[in-house]
């Protein structure tokens, strides 16, 4: 399905701790995911009411970790800020801090995703993977393989975009380090999808 962009290549990134950019220095992948659009000629302009964990970086959306526990806002924010671009990035903390099963999971983002195309019906919805914790034996880990298995069918179903960001190495079995084998290999799979939309 064709999309409009506005020409300004606004994103709209909401999400968890990761998303914030949390363990790193130099604004997690949303940093190296502007310079590679830069790189290409097509500079972002990131839109929210929030920064990076550095307070650096600002233009975020995201109200909670969990995407549960979102209500309104989220909507609302997608309305107001006009976004060309939409990245979703929830569904760890729902796992780890809620008990959420995956077939819930996957219910909430569902939910998300048609908050966010009735707020801004004309942008790209790019939906993320969902992180693992780097321990195998996490329990949470096997909801988040459930909620990741059904992911592609959904965003689909859906008319998003699913982005595999990934198995990045993490600083503390959740959040990714800087740099080529952390946040920026997330950038990177991020950029594959985005930057073909992208003006």
């Known amino acids: 399905m064709a999309r409009w962009i506005s020409g300004r290549n606004r994103v709209l990134p909401g999400g968890d701790s990761i998303t914030v950019g949390n363990d790193g ?10 310079v590679l659009a830069l790189a290409a000629g097509k500079p972002i302009e990131w839109c929210g009411l929030f920064s990076d964990a550095t307070g650096s970086h600002r233009g975020l959306a995201n109200e909670s970790g969990s995407s549960g526990t979102l209500t309104t806002n989220w909507q609302a924010w997608c309305a107001g800020y006009a976004p060309d671009v939409i990245i979703i990035g929830w569904g760890i903390n729902d796992a780890a801090n809620g ?10 983002l569902e939910t998300r995703i048609d908050q966010a195309q009735a707020g801004a019906p004309n942008a790209a919805i790019f939906v993320q993977k969902i992180l693992r914790n780097a321990i195998p034996a996490t329990a949470y880990n096997a909801q988040i393989d459930i909620a990741n298995a059904g992911l592609p069918d959904l965003c689909t179903a859906q008319g998003v975009t699913f982005v595999d960001v990934g ?33």
């Not at 099963?101 to 909430?108: C, E, K, Q, V």
């Open 25 to 34: 220095l130099t604004g997690g992948w949303r940093r190296p995911l502007g």
């Open 99 to 108: 008990g959420a099963s995956g077939a819930t999971i996957l219910s909430m």
């Open 167 to 199: 198995d990045p190495v993490r600083s503390d079995n959740v959040h990714p380090i800087d740099g080529p084998t952390g946040y920026d290999l997330m950038a990177a799979a991020l950029a594959a999808a985005i930057i073909p939309v992208l003006v």
